[in-house]
């Protein structure tokens, strides 16, 4: 069985060598290589599955660095007992031209290649060339497995990390990374969040009104994702803690956050159980305001109470007194 293996590769290899490397180098200088690499890819698959196992540890995505270089990994196993394990040299074919890979920190089948970008690039397409050694019945024989054509793109538009991972409403948050612009926009749970633009590596937020107590996932309104903040409540104070007023005076709370509220302003919910006694406006507190002053007017004569909620916070009962 293994001599009848050897002799069908032996057959792909002969085949096959000349036609894959030539359609591997048009692949890599003409647009339309992907109908190409369909007949090739079948062909690859073949050779390779004979004696190696090649497996391609490069990531499809880099984050720009300043140095502009990236490294590419392969993983190389052996299959075949004929294969001897020093002759295995895994070269890469990038911009034209075949580099020799080195072993890697991260084991003895691992290889790798620093390939610097060069400048005004994003992108690179590559594929790999193994050379390697087999023993045969009249002697050692050289063969060579290619793979399939693949392609990186080098970014440079990425978040890095929030500066917390928890914050109340109206906190404000530095959000690091690279690339931003003054249109972006950050989302906290798919809702809009007030945002400054302080540079290209930096933004900041304040935590809009979302649900208190749960995790939610922040991105960029272009769709990057930055991370998942746990937003606490915001604590809002209310002063006075009660009203007495006569009818047809007008009294003042002051509502206050601990945060600037978001862009649209914070909404804060006040009911009562004397609708007849108090007559006062909605109370929002203005975008990038920390309070604001509301009032309060007395109806018919009574008595009642304020009844302040707000997202994760305990509710406050403010007692009004109209006489």
Do not use: W
């Not at 024989?141 to 928890?166: C, G, W």
């Not at 612009?181 to 400054?196: E, H, I, N, W």
């Not at 909404?267 to 007559?279: E, G």
């Not at 990038?288 to 009032?295: A, C, I, K, L, P």
């Amino acid at each position: 069985m293994g001599h009848h293996l050897e002799f069908v590769c032996n057959a792909l290899q002969t085949v096959f060598y000349q036609l894959t490397f030539s359609m591997q180098k048009l692949a890599l200088f003409f647009s339309g290589r992907r109908p190409v690499l369909g007949v090739m890819g079948a062909a690859l698959l073949l050779l390779s599955g004979c004696d190696l196992t090649v497996k391609n540890l490069t990531p499809p995505t880099f984050s720009e660095n300043p140095s502009q270089t990236y490294s590419i990994t392969l993983q190389v196993n052996k299959r075949s007992g004929v294969v001897s394990a020093d002759s295995i040299q895994p070269n890469i074919v990038i911009d034209g031209q075949i580099f020799p890979m080195v072993r890697s920190a991260l084991g003895d089948d691992v290889y790798e290649f620093d390939y610097r970008l060069p400048s005004g690039r994003q992108n690179g397409a590559y594929y790999f060339l193994v050379n390697y050694e087999v023993s045969a019945g009249t002697g050692p024989k050289i063969r060579d497995t290619f793979t399939e054509l693949y392609e990186f793109t080098v970014v440079n538009r990425y978040a890095l990390t929030l500066e917390v991972d928890r914050a109340p409403v109206g906190a404000k948050v530095a959000v690091l990374g690279r690339g931003f612009t003054p249109s972006d926009t950050v989302m906290v749970g798919g809702m809009p969040a007030q945002t400054k633009f302080e540079s290209s590596t930096s933004l900041s937020f304040h935590v809009p009104p979302v649900a208190a107590g749960q995790n939610h996932q922040v991105t960029l309104s272009s769709g990057l994702d930055v991370g998942t903040i746990r937003v606490d409540p915001a604590t809002v104070r209310v002063v006075p803690s009660s009203l007495n007023l006569a009818q047809g005076e007008s009294g003042m709370l002051i509502f206050s956050i601990p945060a600037p509220a978001p862009a649209g302003g914070m909404v804060i919910n006040v009911t009562t159980d004397a609708p007849a006694s108090v007559v006062m406006p909605e109370v929002i507190v203005p975008a990038g305001d920390r309070s604001v002053n509301v009032s309060v007017q007395g109806g018919q004569p009574g008595n009642g109470s304020l009844y302040i909620s707000v997202s994760g916070q305990n509710e406050i009962i403010i007692p009004i007194t109209v006489r």
